[in-house]
């Protein structure tokens, strides 16, 4: 039942972003109480259908700052390579290439696989941060020790693929808009929504149980694949996001990169008043889903009031759909990390959820 709600919630989604009629606008994103009707009036949410509504807008107000979401008849084939293969403990860490549209670009990823496992295992999708080496990070070849959750994943039985975000690591990428993509974050997004073509087509995968996590760029990455994806069924943002109004006390410079979503520049000002989405809306949209938002009271890059308010908002939603204990939250007091404790209540939340 559950499964068949996700897909009528992601249907509309899909529907409305390429609906003739306009999208009508939305300036209270924290308010997750009505839909706004053909009419311009506002409309009560009594009923998952009601909501339905008000998450298609969403996707499309998201799509009009991010671009489209690519939806090709028949996605090219990703054309798997390994190019390196290494035993290592209790599993097989395999250094592979794909190819996820039409660019000419490979993506390098890190993917990990248990060598025991005699049925199909739960996999996540593991998303870096900020980072020059950027797969090798949560792969454990290199920068913070407390940000190689692909390892530790792994480690706890999970097949784990970690990719490099677009100009990252070993993925050279300019985000001229000749590539077809209006915004690095939708370059992101179809890479990632790739990367779970490629685990649903590994023999080692369970391919109903599939996670994603990510820390900072990779929290917010996580998010927004997730909101597109139905088949991530659960995930888990570290130190990813604030509402825009409490970015840096609203100023929005660094969401505008190539890297990220320029039209927030150009178009929107830089301004959380004009941006015609917020995180309040892309956490209820996650619902029923289970997701666990880690966020440090420390945190200097996302303040974490704002992500309490996005919880807040989003709670009803939950309630809604008869899954209000698959919204979590943690606010240990730390700062923009993943330290031990922290990661232990990530990685037991992907333990009850996909390995039920």
């Known amino acids: 039942m559950r499964a068949a709600l996700i897909g009528v919630l992601f249907v509309a989604a899909t529907f409305a972003a390429s609906a003739a009629d306009p999208v009508p606008k939305y300036t209270e994103h924290q308010d997750l109480s009505y839909f706004v009707d053909g009419s311009g009036q ?35 084939s990703l ?5 390196e293969e290494v035993a290592v403990g209790e599993f097989t860490r395999k250094k592979i290439s794909y190819q996820t549209d039409s660019t000419e670009r490979r993506v390098k990823a890190f993917l990990f696989l248990p060598k025991t496992s005699k049925k199909p295992t739960p996999a996540i999708l593991c998303l ?8 090798g990070e949560p792969a454990g070849q290199g920068g913070s020790p407390n940000l190689h959750y692909a390892l530790h994943l792994a480690q706890r039985g999970y097949v784990t693929l970690a990719p490099d975000y677009p100009s990252f690591g070993e993925y050279p990428f300019d985000f001229a808009p000749a590539h077809g993509y209006t915004s690095g974050s939708m370059k992101a997004i179809y890479d990632n929504i790739r990367a779970v073509d490629l685990l649903q087509s590994l023999p080692e ?27 991530i069924k659960c995930l888990v943002s570290n130190c990813g996001f604030t509402r825009f109004h409490k970015y840096y006390g609203g100023a929005l410079k660094g969401w505008t990169s190539s890297r990220y979503m320029p039209l927030i520049d150009s178009q929107h000002h830089n301004s959380p008043d004009e941006v015609p989405f917020d995180f309040p809306e892309i956490v209820a949209g996650f619902a029923p889903r289970p997701f666990l938002a880690s966020s440090p009271i420390g945190d200097s890059n996302f303040e974490v009031s704002g992500v309490k308010d ?20 943690n606010y240990p007091n730390c700062a923009h990390d993943f330290p031990e404790d922290v990661r232990k209540v990530a990685y037991d939340f992907f333990d009850k959820h996909l390995k039920k």
């Open 310 to 329: 996005s919880i807040a908002s989003a709670k009803p939603i939950y309630e809604l759909l008869g899954a209000t204990d698959n919204l979590r939250a």
């Open 42 to 76: 506002k409309q009560p949410i009594k009923t998952p259908a009601d909501w339905a509504k008000r998450r298609e807008h969403i996707a499309a107000w998201m799509q009009s700052v991010m671009g489209p979401l690519p939806k090709p008849e028949k996605p090219v």
């Open 205 to 231: 995968v369970d391919k109903d149980r599939i996670g994603c996590i990510g820390h900072s760029l990779g929290g917010h990455n996580t998010m927004f694949t997730a909101f597109f994806e139905p088949r």
């Open 128 to 135: 870096h941060q900020t980072i020059g080496i950027g797969k």
């Open 79 to 83: 054309d798997v390579k390994v190019e």
